[in-house]
């Protein structure tokens, strides 16, 4: 049978796959949906409030592809830190080794991990995507290639660099179930966009890749970065390696907003040339996204259901004030738990 795809939405509702469990952001609500050990799904949500309505040259065309960038590192970390603490894996002693660098350091052990691993994945990436390329680049060029031929194998470079990556992380256990998850995602925010009940069984129906992923968005990147420089590599030749590694991290931003311009115009087109535009975006999905079971899918439901409608008032909380809910369905607006239907 072949996969639904989602109709045209009024109101992009976006997510991301975490640690066991699901994100999701809707206009004015943010909310984290965890599976933990013990079956139980633990749900928080926060208000949200968009930079661009605090700022609204924040939210101008291209302008709000570049803040977009920049936050959303942030912001992501900060949701997998929140995810982590939901499942309660970092509820252990510390060593006395962890101790001792919090004193010294004035921070939590989970502060410093997550500052250490925000800071390895940005000079891994600086160095995967943008050092090597560069230095294969002014290799190329010093050797007398074209400004077409060594643009086009840097580009190529970049682009194999992040398929290898990807592949090599899909057979570790853990990221191949966030992959999961990952589908789990896009199934219910598809559900959702066809205005069908949020159930697994609905869910389960549409396809797990969605023109709005992030993993799209690279691609793009990519693409944008290779046709941009190029341009560049013939109106400004340059050939010191430090040099050119310092004009592809400056252009950084503007290809990232424009990039953002034409994903959101890819999503949001079904003409046959949009179709065929965003179908390699698509094809890339296939390496960070995995068929998720019913459980997954109903951890994304939790998710959305309460970044639209607020936290179910029923539920238990914790002393953290999260919700701890047994099935999908308490999370649905009008929810009425057994014991007051049988009151009624």
């Known amino acids: 049978m072949r996969k639904k795809e989602a109709a045209s939405c009024p109101v992009d509702i976006g997510g991301q796959a975490v640690m066991e469990g699901v994100m999701m952001r809707a206009p004015n609500r943010v909310a984290i949906a965890v599976r933990r050990p013990d079956h139980s799904i633990v749900v928080k949500a926060d208000p949200y409030v968009p930079l661009s309505e605090k700022h609204p040259w924040m939210g101008k065309p291209f302008l709000r592809g570049m803040v977009n960038m920049a936050t959303m590192l942030v912001f992501g970390m900060r949701t997998l830190e929140d995810s982590t603490a939901m499942l309660g894996i970092l509820d252990e002693e510390p060593t006395r080794f962890e101790k001792w660098l ?149 252009m950084l931003p503007i290809v990232a907003g424009t990039s953002y311009e034409v994903l959101k115009g890819l999503a949001h087109s079904n003409t046959a040339l949009a179709k065929i535009l965003r179908w390699p975006g698509l094809q890339m999905q296939r390496l960070t996204t995995r068929t998720p079971d019913e459980g997954m899918l109903e951890c994304a439901i939790v998710a959305m259901n309460c970044a639209l409608h607020g936290l179910p008032k029923h539920a238990r909380r914790t002393k953290e004030g999260w919700c701890i809910l047994k099935t999908y369905q308490e999370s649905e607006p009008g929810y009425t738990p057994a014991s007051e239907a049988e009151a009624v």
């Open 102 to 250: 919090s004193k010294k350091l004035g921070k939590g052990v989970d502060k410093i991990v997550m500052f250490f691993a925000i800071a390895m994945a940005v000079v891994l990436s600086l160095g995967l995507f943008m050092a090597l390329p560069a230095a294969i680049e002014t290799a190329l060029k010093t050797g007398g290639m074209s400004a077409l031929g060594y643009t086009l194998i840097g580009g190529l470079v970049k682009i194999l660099l992040l398929v290898g990556y990807m592949i090599a992380v899909s057979f570790v256990p853990d990221v191949r179930r966030t992959f999961q998850y990952h589908g789990a995602e896009h199934k219910t925010v598809y559900c959702n966009e066809n205005g069908l009940p949020l159930t697994p069984e609905n869910a389960q129906t549409f396809s797990r890749l969605h023109p709005r992923c992030g993993t799209a968005f690279l691609l793009i990147v990519f693409m944008i970065s290779i046709l941009l420089f190029l341009v560049l590599n013939v109106l400004v030749p340059i050939s010191n390696f430090f040099v050119r590694f310092l004009f592809h991290l400056c």
